[in-house]
Nanobody, 127 residues
Framework: QVQLVESGGGLVQAGGSLRLFCAASGFTFINYAMGWFRQAPGKEREFVGAISWSGGSTYYADSAKGRFAISRDNAKNTVYLQLNSLEPGDTAVYYC????????????????????WGQGTQVTVSS
């Protein structure tokens, strides 16, 4: 049974940081690129960033560049999203997703190409 379980969300003040975790099980993690997406109330789900199967490449949405960082530990079947310099506009449910493939992370930025999704973790940034 495939599972992606996000954790680490919470309430933080503007300018603060959070680290999100996504634990994967039920599939061969190293065969998959991983992505992070977010969805704010009343808005469509949007791409945040992705990391290649090896962790050798990452790719970010413009809104995430310089503030967010994705990493992965293939030995632990876990992908991370470090959120820094948070702004109220970052308030959303954050989702991790898995997409089988071995290309550069810059290939994996569209929602429809991902195979598996987690249930999400809420991040709320207060002003």
């Amino acid at each position: 049974q495939v599972q992606l379980v996000e954790s680490g969300g919470g309430l933080v003040q503007a300018g603060g940081s959070l680290r999100l975790f996504c634990a994967a099980s039920g599939f061969t993690f190293i065969n998959y690129a991983m992505g992070w997406f977010r969805q704010a109330p009343g808005k469509e789900r949007e791409f945040v960033g992705a990391i290649s199967w090896s962790g050798g490449s990452t790719y970010y949405a413009d809104s995430a560049k310089g503030r967010f960082a994705i990493s992965r530990d293939n030995a632990k079947n876990t992908v991370y999203l470090q959120l820094n310099s948070l702004e109220p506009g970052d308030t959303a449910v954050y989702y991790c997703a898995a997409r089988r493939g071995y290309s550069s992370a810059s290939r994996y930025y569209t929602i429809n190409e991902y195979d598996y999704w987690g249930q999400g973790t809420q991040v709320t940034v207060s002003s």
